[in-house]
């Protein structure tokens, strides 16, 4: 992934923000530390670290307990992480509640992404499961950091203690497992999809432990955390955004649904945790149309659009575009789990070109031409996404973003003065965008360079 900030949180900032306005005085003052904990995380925190390698969390389940690995930390009260270890892989129980729970819901959130998709931990390669409970004082809130897991123990007011709701651990852990594949950044419309993956998979977590079908869930993301005082039944509806709560001090849910009911918004990132409503809604959908257990196709989709599809700055229209070549390469263009992944997204109000299923036939066309040397002869280099494989597609994508030659109207470098140097022309086209690049090898910017020297090893001269 590229340099994106690396903190996820369950609780959206204008549920704070509203018991900072409207509570009593030691309300408030909750509020606003727990506010001002997440800015101060979003500043400080930013994390590199490299996707697992192709391949690399395919394991067999009778390896499962070898591989998992627990550690749990108090961290007493203070803001301190990660704090005393108290309770690591193949201890006992202990007397605190909240020890336990951490460490029973991260292994089944272990549990569930190895049985269904033969994954090795968040990262693929057996990445410890560290988390810290007790955090803070009368702290309203759960966040992964890029590194662990950390939890409140809600004011009790509000809020319940946040190890409690299994659905919330395993959603902010796919929070690590988006940051090793994807990658989605956190904002806007790729934020969106990051919150709503995680409220996928959480709730498919609860779904697999207690083995229940599509038809028989809640469809609920943290039911129970939200304390007898409120008036609400959760956090968030997948099957209908916009009721989980309705409460004089939380205000009311305001997840949209459908596409004409989003919400632009400079808070929250861009709306993250607001427009997450949508995607988790097309993710309702098309599993109620599948039926069974959601986790056996809707969820193999969704996993595979992740893990080999979508890029840092995916939008809506990509991932359905991606979710429904999944479904077409896993099932076949045409069946009926395509047809069903393509329904979900249109009954949301998404727009996008699912053609035959496949990515491909009308993505990515890139075309790099260099002139000048010492020879003075031209060369050209033409590749799409019909002469690229999913994963060097993807790798492409990725690469683009990095050299960010969609961040303005046109991108150029001075020429260079070193007389016989290359001149490059790179002329990209991905959906309706279209850029072309003119520079120098000896101006050019290091990521662009990058893009010249992939494109010259994965196309045809």
Known sequence: MGNNEVFCEIIPPHLLEEIAKRGKAHQRERARRALTVSAQFRRRRRAVIPKAPSGAHRLAVGQIEKLKFREIYDAGHRERLPGRMVRSEGDRRIKD????????????????????????????????????????????????????????????????????????????????????????AYWGQPGALNESFADVFGSLVKQFVVKQKAKDADWLVGRGLLTSKIRGKALRSLKDPGTAYDDPLLGKDPQPGHMKDYVAIKKDNGGVHINSGIPNKAFYETAIRLGGYAWEKAGRIWYAALTEKLSEEADFAQAAKATTAAAAELYGVKSREWQATKDGWEAVGVKFDSGDGRQGHRGIKIRLSRAGGFAGIERIWELDEKTLRPGKIKELKKIVTKARLFASASVSSRRSQVRDAFEYQLTIEDKDQKQTVQCAETTAPQALRRCFDWIQKNSLA
């Open 97 to 184: 509640v909240a020890v336990n729970e951490a460490y029973d819901y991260s292994g089944r959130t272990y549990d569930f992404f190895q049985r269904v998709f033969g994954r090795n931990s968040l990262d693929g390669r057996g990445l410890s499961l560290k988390s810290s409970v007790h955090y803070g004082a009368h702290y309203d809130n759960a966040f992964w950091n890029g590194a662990q897991m950390v939890y409140g123990d809600g004011d009790g007011e509000f809020f319940e203690r946040f190890t409690a709701a299994l659905d919330v651990v395993g959603h902010e852990l796919t929070h690590g497992v988006v940051q090793f594949e994807a990658g989605l």
